[in-house]
């Protein structure tokens, strides 16, 4: 990532993908989408997502596995034996219903990614946010902000906080970045350094120098 001082280890081999099967109307989505397939697959690091062929996810999942990337896809079985969204890209686990697809990523898994979305991949954000806030994971979040796409619900989020409705401490589980590369690079740092310390703003720029003074 440029600007930054230091080079991260990258500690995390598997992600879990949340999103739309939807590609939305606009095209930055499924550009990013394809650039996230991109870097995951030089990254060497392996796809979970929830199936199908279609939407954002289906950009990411395609991209990943055509280019020799290894991809598993959690389906609910009403829907798999429906095909609605099309064939599964890799490895397809048919799963109950969406609360056990989340579960089974969250225990295949090392970190989750999530894209644009309408009600289906909120209620898996949330469900994701209630779990490592009950302490049953403590896999990082990331929140693919394409384009501001979460700008309204992040500002939710701290609006909550000041109204003591959520703890910062939860507030801290949503990790955000407008670029494919800075999100998972925010997301290895919390795997690497997952305690108090250090943040990741001060170890890409120690001494919070103001890099636009060096360009």
């Given at each position: 990532?440029e600007?930054?001082?230091?080079?991260?280890?990258?500690?995390?081999?598997?992600?879990?993908?949340?999103?739309?099967?939807?590609?939305?109307?606009?095209?930055?989505?499924?550009?990013?989408?394809?650039?996230?397939?991109?870097?995951?697959?030089?990254?060497?690091i392996?796809?979970?997502?929830?199936?199908?062929?279609?939407?954002?996810?289906?950009?990411?999942?395609?991209?990943?596995?055509?280019?020799?990337?290894?991809?598993?896809?959690?389906?609910?079985?009403?829907?798999?034996?429906?095909?609605?969204?099309?064939?599964?890209?890799?490895?397809?686990?048919?799963?109950?219903?969406?609360?056990?697809?989340?579960?089974?990523?969250?225990?295949?898994?090392?970190?989750?990614?999530?894209l644009?979305?309408?009600?289906?991949?909120?209620?898996?954000?949330?469900?994701l946010?209630?779990?490592?806030?009950?302490?049953?994971?403590?896999?990082?979040?990331?929140?693919?902000?394409?384009?501001?796409?979460?700008?309204n619900?992040?500002?939710?989020?701290?609006?909550?906080?000041?109204q003591?409705?959520?703890?910062?401490?939860?507030?801290?589980?949503?990790?955000?970045?407008?670029c494919?590369?800075?999100?998972?690079?925010?997301?290895?740092?919390a795997?690497?350094f997952?305690?108090?310390?250090?943040?990741?703003?001060?170890?890409?720029?120690?001494?919070?120098?103001?890099?636009?003074?060096?360009?």
């Open positions: 990532m600007g930054t001082s230091r080079t991260l280890p990258y500690t995390i081999r598997f992600v879990g993908l949340l999103g739309s099967h939807s590609l939305g109307i606009n095209p930055k989505f499924m550009d990013t989408a394809v650039a996230l397939g991109r870097e995951l697959l030089r990254r060497k392996k796809l979970a997502y929830g199936g199908g062929s279609v939407g954002l996810q289906g950009a990411v999942a395609s991209t990943a596995f055509t280019n020799g990337g290894l991809v598993r896809g959690f389906i609910p079985g009403y829907i798999a034996t429906r095909r609605v969204y099309g064939p599964t890209y890799g490895v397809e686990h048919t799963v109950s219903s969406n609360y056990y697809k989340y579960f089974e990523m969250n225990h295949a898994v090392e970190a989750f990614i999530v644009s979305g309408g009600v289906d991949t909120m209620e898996g954000l949330f469900t946010i209630s779990w490592a806030s009950e302490g049953l994971h403590n896999r990082p979040i990331g929140l693919l902000n394409i384009d501001g796409y979460f700008n619900l992040l500002k939710f989020l701290d609006d909550a906080v000041r003591n409705f959520m703890a910062s401490s939860q507030r801290k589980l949503f990790i955000s970045s407008f494919v590369d800075e999100l998972l690079d925010k997301l290895e740092f795997k690497a997952p305690g108090p310390g250090v943040s990741y703003d001060e170890f890409v720029n120690p001494g919070r120098l103001d890099l636009e003074l060096h360009l």
